[in-house]
């Protein structure tokens, strides 16, 4: 499978500022996803990257708060703005990988620790 | 310490024994079910997947069950080994990944 990383891998920040979380994968995907998991819950998709168009945004999530870019087949970036302590969570990229199969499932990176202050 | 998994159920072995681990999911349109095995201070790792057209799927000392009948999805772990705590997570695939609440498995020597 692909090889996922993400930087940074943790931060505290102040209320009010933004934080930029990179994502890069080792082989061209055309299929890459921002997921958000807050403290002792479950993984929510936030958004869809595809290279060469604009993210395709999930229910309660808007662009305005996480601008998301990929400019290429191999990175993406996801912008959390304006942050509050609400959005303090774990931030995931995650990349859809098939080798050929008819379904092709998804990995994921190591995950950004965001804190917010 | 990681916050993942610290009000999710909980199913606790002993080192040895086996577990299972259990899922309701909620589409009857999904055809792809993936589980994900996430220990502390890491993302998510890819465990074993089962597609719609069958009912059971075989790995190494895991085994996934599917019943669509009930929409229900299981995990089992054979000889259960410490480094197999960790949080577990069901997903199912429609249009998109949609997962579970997951279960923390502790496993005591």
């Known amino acids: 499978s692909a090889v996922i990383s993400q930087k940074p891998s943790r931060d505290i920040c102040q209320r009010g500022t933004s934080l930029t979380i990179q994502c890069q994968v080792d082989?061209?995907?055309?299929?890459?996803?921002?997921?958000?998991?807050?403290?002792?819950?479950?993984?929510?998709?936030?958004?869809?990257?595809?290279?060469?168009?604009?993210?395709?945004?999930?229910?309660?999530?808007?662009?305005?708060?996480?601008?998301?870019?990929?400019p290429n087949l191999t990175f993406s970036t996801l912008t959390v703005s304006n942050m509050s302590p609400e959005d303090s969570s774990i931030y995931l990229c995650s990349v859809e990988e098939g080798s050929g199969r008819i379904v092709e499932t998804q990995y994921f990176g190591p995950g950004t620790r965001l804190l917010v202050l | 310490?990681?916050?993942?998994?610290?009000?999710l159920p909980t199913l606790s072995v002993q080192e040895g024994d086996n577990s299972i681990i259990n899922c309701a999911y909620s589409n009857s349109a999904s055809d792809y079910f993936i589980w994900y095995k996430q220990e502390s201070g890491k993302g998510p790792q890819f465990i074993i997947d089962?597609?719609?057209?069958?009912?059971?799927?075989?790995?190494?000392?895991?085994?996934?069950?599917?019943?669509?009948?009930?929409?229900?999805?299981?995990?089992?772990?054979?000889?259960?080994?410490?480094?197999?705590s960790a949080v577990y997570f069901c997903a199912e695939m429609a249009d998109k990944l949609i997962f579970g609440t997951g279960t923390r498995l502790q496993v005591f020597p």
């Open chain 1, 27 to 70: 082989s061209q995907v055309t299929m890459m996803f921002w997921y958000r998991q807050q403290p002792g819950q479950s993984l929510t998709l936030i958004a869809t990257a595809n290279q060469g168009s604009e993210a395709t945004y999930e229910s309660g999530f808007v662009i305005d708060k996480f601008p998301i870019s990929r």
């Open chain 2, 1 to 7: 310490g990681e916050s993942v998994g610290l009000h």
């Open chain 2, 50 to 84: 089962i597609r719609s057209n069958m009912d059971k799927r075989q790995g190494q000392r895991v085994t996934v069950l599917l019943n669509k009948t009930v929409k229900h999805l299981s995990l089992q772990i054979a000889a259960t080994q410490p480094g197999d």
